[in-house]
């Protein structure tokens, strides 16, 4: 499942580019996430996703890969886990991508592949497609909400 | 692998609403069980607690009561496409009835589990928002009434509160001048979409017009839009906005590409089934 989002931030970019690598309030904007952790600055991360549709929850605890990272530009990252207690995994690949408009406003755009696997896919590959999609919008309106309301 | 639960008995309506308000997310009631402990077994999700509502005296009845067809909440599918007064006087939810799933299903699964549970691929909400059902939600301190519409929010969500118990489904009584039809179409185990049409027609021509759409999406859904292009219409012109009425509905429906078709697929499949329902309900 390949997701395209793209967000315009009222705030200038190198902010948007910071705020990204401030693990506390950047997770406060990922819907379901707790316990995010930074292994090693930069580079590795850690976390838990819950999500839940109706009476299902998942609980993934979350490993963060940041593999590529253009300073202000491009960060490529893969985030993979697994619920051992409902047989489920989960892998997303994310390509962000920051343009830099004029009169400081940033483009935030970003490439999610979701791939979800095992018993959670009896739900029906569109309940979770759906899930998925309304998690990117809420995240993406959270960072402009967030970066907006600091000024 | 079903894991360890306990099950509660509760005796009354009033003492099971009390468990849910104590035990809170860790219960869930339990009556056909047709599709909670067959994700129990697949491990996707976990009560410790069941609340075995089938004992519960009086919510397996059908009967006309003031204007109403009341069907009891643990009445099985089974049941209501045996039951005459169905047959009679709701056909389109007797013929719904008569093919919900396979006969297994149909033996121990309930309309009221069937509604709680809320699958996005059921047939029976659909066709009770179209005919103008109440549901009857009860707890401890009190009973509501809660319109078919209102009590879908979302794929395997209700607007059930989490102490209430659905006891019943409250359908109006049909007139002579009351048309009714439900038809799906799939092509795997469950519907990839329905669509329920209710009207009254006379002389005059259409009224109190519901279109209803289900399977498409995540949960059931009215379409006023599509109403009101057959509402207050002639017979004939009805038939001539139908395409229309169907284009509308099929939008309406939130229509999800999966397996069981895409998006334009799903609704186009709307448009036919409406434009068949209509002959259907005026033959």
């Known amino acids: 499942m390949e997701f395209k989002k793209e967000v315009e931030i009222l705030v200038p970019r190198e902010k948007v580019w910071n705020f990204i690598w401030d693990v506390d309030r950047f997770i406060a904007c990922v819907p379901g996430c707790k316990e995010a952790k930074t292994i090693e600055a930069g580079k590795k991360y850690s976390a838990t996703m819950v999500e839940k549709v109706g009476p299902f929850k998942v609980e993934f605890p979350t490993s963060i890969d940041v593999l590529e990272r253009e300073e202000l530009t491009h960060i490529k990252a893969q985030a993979s886990g697994a619920d051992n207690k409902i047989g489920s995994r989960m892998k997303v690949d994310l390509d962000v991508n920051l343009r830099e408009h004029a009169d400081g406003k940033t483009m935030l755009g970003f490439v999610a592949t979701v791939d979800i696997l095992g018993k959670l896919a009896a739900l029906g590959h569109g309940i979770i497609k759906r899930k998925a999609d309304q998690v990117l919008d809420e995240f993406a309106q959270a960072v402009k909400k967030r970066l907006e309301g600091e000024g | 692998m079903l894991r360890r639960f306990r099950l509660e008995e509760p005796e009354s309506v009033a003492e099971a609403s009390e468990l849910?308000?104590?035990?809170?997310?860790?219960?869930?009631?339990y009556a056909g069980g047709t599709e909670l402990l067959l994700a129990m077994k697949e491990g996707l999700i976990q009560y410790e607690r069941l609340i075995n509502v089938k004992k519960l005296k009086g919510l397996s009845e059908v009967a006309a009561l003031d204007g109403m067809i009341k069907i009891g909440a643990l009445c099985t599918h089974h049941e209501l496409e045996k039951s005459s007064l169905v047959q009679?006087?709701?056909?389109?939810?007797h013929k719904l009835e008569q093919n919900v799933a396979n006969v297994r299903v149909r033996q121990s699964g309930t309309l009221g589990g069937n509604l709680c549970f809320a699958e996005p691929h059921a047939d029976p909400g659909t066709l009770l928002m179209a005919l103008g059902a109440k549901l009857v939600a009860e707890k401890s301190s009190g009973t509501r009434e809660i319109a078919a519409e209102d009590f879908f929010v979302d794929a395997y969500e209700t607007s059930l509160q989490a102490d209430e118990?659905?006891?019943?489904?409250?359908?109006?009584?049909p007139t002579d001048h009351s048309r009714s039809a439900y038809l799906k179409f799939g092509y795997l185990e469950r519907p990839s979409v329905g669509v329920a049409l209710a009207f009254n027609l006379n002389g005059g021509g259409l009224s109190e017009v519901k279109i209803a759409v289900g399977c498409a999406g995540p949960a059931p859904r009215r379409v006023p839009e599509a109403e009101a292009l057959l509402n207050g219409k002639g017979r004939e012109e009805a038939e001539r906005n139908l395409a229309q009425a169907g284009a509308v509905a099929g939008k309406a429906s939130q229509a999800i590409t999966d397996l069981h078709g895409s998006q334009d697929y799903k609704e186009h499949i709307v448009g036919v089934l409406l434009k068949r329902a209509f002959q259907s309900a005026v033959s």
Do not use: N
Request: aromatic share 0%; no cysteine.
């Open chain 2, 20 to 29: 849910l308000a104590r035990l809170g997310e860790s219960a869930k009631v």
């Open chain 2, 88 to 93: 009679q006087k709701l056909p389109s939810l």
């Open chain 2, 165 to 173: 118990l659905l006891t019943e489904i409250r359908i109006p009584d």
